[in-house]
């Protein structure tokens, strides 16, 4: 069965699975980095904003064995979790004094999303774009948002610089940071065990790696525009030390003095991006350096 069979006998076997209080349709969408999703949207009766749900993870699932009809499944249990449980108002995202103290922003990687950023306002960032969504609800699976245009601003009758503003105000506020060890991490998501020790084979409990993001997890790596937060890593780590991005989800730090070359690191980023991070979720392909003595993140 190709991908787009696949598609279409699940949108078959959810529909069938749904009473008429449910539309159910193929969505097709540009996510980050230019990327082509497709996905089910499962639009409730009685209110006016519902998720998509994308198939990609789930032909994967399909590829190695689970049944067309466990996937349908699966999509629905997912949806009672993710499901919008009200509408807004209607005229909610018109009004800019409602929707003001939620504005939020995202970084991404600006070559990447050239046309995407014809539309909408952003800032420059080294060579990524900081971008601006209206943040509609926070659950554990991430973030409902609707992403800033240009033609928001026109209805709003707002420019840019102010989006801006409200955005570095709001987005420590409402999605705070969360700063870890990498081993207290893994520990955490139970993903793997750390099995190597430190080149003598003695363990003096000293971290080398950190992992910076927000507490949800989902578009984190923006944590490192929060105020202070680069500095306050610099004064705890006492020296200078590197950004890796590992997505758009959250960086790795990585103190300069257990570094073994700055191309090193770039290969790293290069390797990880290609073998183990979805296209739509890079960042960057190399290290970030930061500077405590300038102040400063360099690329």
Not at 11 to 37: C, L, M, P, Q
Not at 92 to 102: E, G, N
Not at 226 to 246: D, F, K, R, T
């Amino acid at each position: 069965m190709t991908y787009f069979q696949f598609i279409h006998a699940v949108e078959d076997k959810v529909k069938e699975s749904t009473a008429g209080d449910f539309s159910i349709y193929v969505h097709s969408a540009v996510k980050n980095n230019g990327t082509k999703r497709h996905g089910l949207t499962i639009a409730e009766k009685g209110i006016n904003i519902f998720p998509t749900i994308y198939l990609e993870e789930y032909y994967r699932k399909f590829q190695n064995g689970i049944s067309v009809e466990r996937i349908a499944k699966e999509i629905l249990n997912l949806y009672g979790e993710v499901r919008f449980r009200h509408s807004f108002e209607s005229e909610f995202l018109k009004d800019y004094q409602k929707i003001k103290d939620k504005i939020v922003y995202h970084l991404v990687n600006r070559r990447a999303n050239k046309d995407l950023l014809e539309e909408v306002p952003y800032e420059e960032y080294l060579d990524l774009a900081v971008i601006y969504y209206v943040l509609l609800e926070v659950n554990p699976y991430g973030m409902a948002s609707l992403m800033i245009r240009d033609e928001h601003l026109e209805m709003w009758n707002v420019t840019a610089k102010e989006v801006a503003v409200k955005a570095h105000r709001n987005t420590r506020r409402l999605l705070p940071y969360e700063f870890r060890t990498m081993s207290a991490l893994m520990e955490e998501l139970s993903a793997f065990q750390e099995e190597e020790g430190s080149g003598d084979g003695e363990d003096d409990g000293k971290e080398f790696m950190y992992v910076l993001s927000n507490r949800i997890r989902s578009y984190g790596a923006a944590a490192i525009l929060y105020e202070n937060q680069l500095e306050g890593i610099g004064a705890y780590l006492e020296e200078n030390y590197y950004v890796l991005p590992s997505s758009i989800h959250e960086v790795i730090i990585v103190p300069e003095s257990v570094v073994p070359g700055r191309k090193e690191l770039d290969l790293l980023v290069e390797d990880v991006n290609e073998t183990q991070v979805d296209a739509e979720e890079r960042l960057s392909d190399h290290a970030y350096y930061y500077d405590c003595q300038k102040r400063r993140l360099n690329c």
